[in-house]
């Protein structure tokens, strides 16, 4: 059975992330996807202790019912997203095994967790609006902190993206060892939409060796894999996500994906990984793999 995680924070963009996980889903054999909420309330950190001798009710006991109503309110909404997503599983005629989690945490702690224990073979994330910022370059959102760090596939969707179709998906390529495994999950997980898959590396400096080593990692396909429907293109420019960027808006790719390095912590601060910018600035899904 393919299992995948969903976590869910009902802001603007939820119900397209999940019509779209939905999707993607009931193309899978067996699909088991699992909403999951993370629920924290700041206010239990910051409720005061104060005890009342009057008859009126303490701040602490108000605190506690207003973090209750919270809690209740989010659980409803829970409730309501997963039988909007079971009427409309049941309309397009989806056989996807649905299942709601709610649990209390942050989202990062939460959902590291729930890697573990539920195993996922993806999880599939709203990302962000793309704006800049400095904060958002050094430390990323939840969504970009989940997909560099989970050991499973990542998929993040721009909170804008109103697009379903997965008939073109762009693999970037820097040559890594892991290549040829991903690109193998990523067919079996798109086999059901028949996609082309372009095989794209951004050439810096040596273009004959990188053509080469394009030419090798198509021969490495074609051994391991149905390479059919799969072409590769080497592209020429010095910033590679920019490249990219402009690759994917010129041939209306639908789905990004490459694979990630572990990285140190200086050295993610310092230098920012490729997956994680576009994790935070790409106008169309991006779907992480790992190489540990």
């Not at 193998?184 to 080593?213: G, K, M, Y």
């Amino acid at each position: 059975m393919f299992k995948i995680l969903l976590p869910v924070d009902f802001s603007d963009g939820t119900l397209k992330t999940c019509s779209y996980a939905l999707n993607l889903a009931a193309g899978a054999n067996k699909a088991r996807l699992v909403l999951l909420h993370c629920f924290l309330d700041y206010l239990a950190d910051d409720a005061p202790t104060v005890n009342s001798t009057s008859g009126f009710a303490s701040s602490e006991a108000i605190s506690d019912r207003v973090i209750h109503r919270n809690e209740l309110d989010a659980q409803e909404e829970l409730d309501e997203l997963y039988h909007e997503l079971l009427k409309l599983s049941r309309k397009n005629g989806q056989h996807v095994q649905l299942e709601r989690a709610f649990i209390h945490g942050t989202p990062q702690d939460v959902i590291q967790a729930q890697v573990q224990r539920f195993k996922p073979d993806l999880i599939i994330m709203m990302g962000t609006k793309g704006e800049p910022g400095l904060a958002k370059n050094l430390f990323g959102t939840v969504s970009s902190k989940i997909a560099l760090d989970a050991q499973v596939p990542v998929l993040t969707l721009p909170q804008e993206y109103n697009g379903r179709s997965l008939s073109k998906v762009l693999y970037a390529t820097d040559f890594d060892k892991a290549d040829v495994r991903a690109i193998a999950i990523l067919q079996n997980l798109l086999q059901p939409f028949s996609p082309a898959i372009t095989c794209v590396h951004v050439s810096a400096q040596n273009e004959q060796q990188d053509q080469e080593h394009l030419e090798q990692l198509q021969q490495q396909l074609q051994k391991n894999t149905a390479a059919t429907n799969t072409r590769f293109v080497l592209l020429k420019k010095g910033s590679v996500a920019e490249a990219l960027q402009e690759f994917v808006q010129k041939e209306n790719i639908d789905l990004l994906a490459l694979t990630t390095r572990q990285r140190s912590l200086f050295d993610s601060i310092i230098r920012p990984s490729l997956a994680k910018k576009l994790v935070l600035t790409s106008e169309i899904p991006l779907l992480v793999f790992h190489n540990s």
